[in-house]
């Protein structure tokens, strides 16, 4: 079974960074894709970053140059480097793995609140 745990949200103001951790227990097979999403009070839930395998990597366009997701085999976490934070931003942010055959997985979520 694949569990996913995010950590590093919190309260930041604007212009600020932040570095998400989504630590990946259990072994995964046939991965289509992981990466993170973001779900604000009055939103739908939007893909924020995702990171293919072997290492592509798309982003939302406003987030485009201030956002970077990174996948480490060895530690088995996906992180997303948040920099030049907005109001905009602010959103509970969960982590998401996408396998072949339908399978997905998500986080419980953390919040991130972007506020002077």
């Known amino acids: 079974q694949v569990q996913l745990v995010e950590s590093g949200g919190g309260l930041v103001q604007p212009g600020g960074s932040l570095r998400l951790s989504c630590a990946i227990s259990?072994?995964?097979?046939?991965?289509?894709?992981m990466g993170w999403y973001r779900q604000g009070p009055e939103d739908q839930r939007e893909a924020v970053a995702v990171?293919?395998?072997?290492?592509?990597?798309n982003y939302a366009d406003s987030v485009k140059g201030r956002f970077t997701i990174s996948r480490d085999n060895i530690e088995n976490t996906v992180d997303l480097q948040m920099n030049d934070l907005k109001p905009e931003d602010t959103a509970v942010y969960y982590c998401?793995?996408?396998?072949?055959?339908?399978?997905?997985?998500w986080g419980q979520g953390t919040q991130v609140t972007v506020s002077s």
């Open positions: 998401y793995i996408n396998l072949r055959g339908a399978l997905e997985y």
């Open positions: 259990g072994t995964i097979f046939n991965l289509n894709y």
């Open positions: 990171i293919f395998d072997p290492g592509h990597t």
